[in-house]
């Protein structure tokens, strides 16, 4: 079990480096709906068919997971230990699942490698 980011999902809607390494995952994938929302909030930035990427998302083999009150509360705990690196919600929403579900959390944002919160961060780039 893998926990994604917005960040490595996001690899996969730009074609980006590493998509490859996100796409091996998915099947034992889960990501925060936080994180989904996140991901087609950029899409509609970029001016793409949001539309189409919410079709591709329920189609992939991924765990979609709800952002509940114990989940919003680790995210929240998470504050004091993530602010100097400054991670957004939605970072703290990944962070909390993989810590719930102690495993790894999958993400392209090199900063999180600097963090000690007790679960392995996997860098994909």
């Known amino acids: 079990m893998i926990v994604l980011d917005s960040s490595a999902l996001l690899t996969i809607v ?6 490859d390494i996100v796409e091996a995952a998915f099947g034992d994938a889960a990501i925060s709906a936080v994180n989904v929302s996140e991901v087609l909030s950029k899409v ?3 001016g793409l068919d949001a539309n189409t990427y919410i079709g ?5 083999r991924l765990e979609v ?5 114990s989940r919003a509360a680790l995210a929240a705990s998470l504050r004091a230990t993530t602010r100097s ?15 719930e579900r102690d495993c790894p959390a999958m993400t392209a944002d090199r900063n999180w490698a600097k963090l000690n919160i007790g679960v392995p961060i996997q860098l994909i780039r």
Do not use: N, P
């Open 85 to 99: 690196f400054g991670l957004s919600l939605g970072d703290r929403a990944c962070l909390a699942l993989a810590v």
């Open 44 to 46: 509609w930035d970029w």
């Open 14 to 19: 730009k074609k980006e480096r590493g998509a």
């Open 65 to 69: 997971v709800d952002f509940d009150f």
């Open 56 to 60: 591709d998302l329920t189609r992939l």
